[in-house]
């Protein structure tokens, strides 16, 4: 079988695992919230595998990756992907997941668990990638992906979550004005799974007062 394909199939095992896990473990009622008020700050922390597509070849590769959130909403990002054949590179950039605010705000939450979180989870990336070549490289990054949550707690320890993303790197340079010698753009298909913190900020006193005292 081929490397490619012995990917492909990792993968999709890993998925469908995940799938019926997270269905297993998240279906609780929510409010549409589901603590971002009471610990408004996320760190994630992340590690895991995929691959580098090369000439039409997956290359297996290693991936880890932290990212800081602002009520699951916007954030920071920084990720590093280590491969034998694509080289290494690193990632910083801004994580924007619209869907919350959007579905929250105009109340079409589902009110299943599960199910929104997977939608608010969908996140849209953009930054710099450093390619650790030793030529000091930089190219521009975009990537997007979703997560399934795992498992839940409401506390600290905000969770088990596997997230599935891709990410697209362009090292080739605007100006070149010849035909590159060599590819400089790639995409990374990647499985990280995910612990994430939360932490406890002031985002619930910005709601206003909702009953006039008496």
Do not use: C
Request: proline share 6%.
């Amino acid at each position: 079988m081929a490397r490619g394909a012995r990917l492909g199939v990792i993968v999709g095992s890993v998925l469908i695992l995940a799938t019926f896990s997270a269905s297993a473990s998240a279906q609780r009622g929510g409010d549409g919230l589901y603590g971002r008020w009471d610990r408004g700050l996320t760190l994630a922390l992340g590690a895991g595998g995929g691959g580098t597509w090369l000439d039409g070849k997956a290359d297996p590769n290693v991936l880890g990756e932290a990212r800081f959130l602002v009520a699951d909403t916007a954030g920071v990002v920084l990720s590093g992907r280590w491969g034998p054949d694509s080289g290494q590179h690193l990632f910083v950039g801004v994580d924007l997941r619209p869907l919350f605010p959007a579905l929250f705000f105009l109340y079409k939450q589902t009110w299943n668990e599960f199910a929104d979180l997977l939608l608010q989870s969908i996140f849209f990336e953009i930054g710099p990638a450093f390619l650790l070549d030793g030529d000091r490289s930089v190219g521009l990054g975009v990537g997007f992906g979703f997560a399934l949550p795992l498992y839940r707690p409401l506390t600290t320890v905000r969770g088990l979550w596997l997230r599935i993303a891709t990410r697209y790197v362009n090292t080739d340079p605007s100006y070149r004005n010849t035909q590159p010698t060599e590819d400089r753009t790639q995409w990374t298909l990647y499985a990280t799974f995910v612990v994430r913190l939360g932490f406890k900020s002031k985002l619930g006193s910005w709601d206003p007062p909702r009953y006039r005292p008496r």
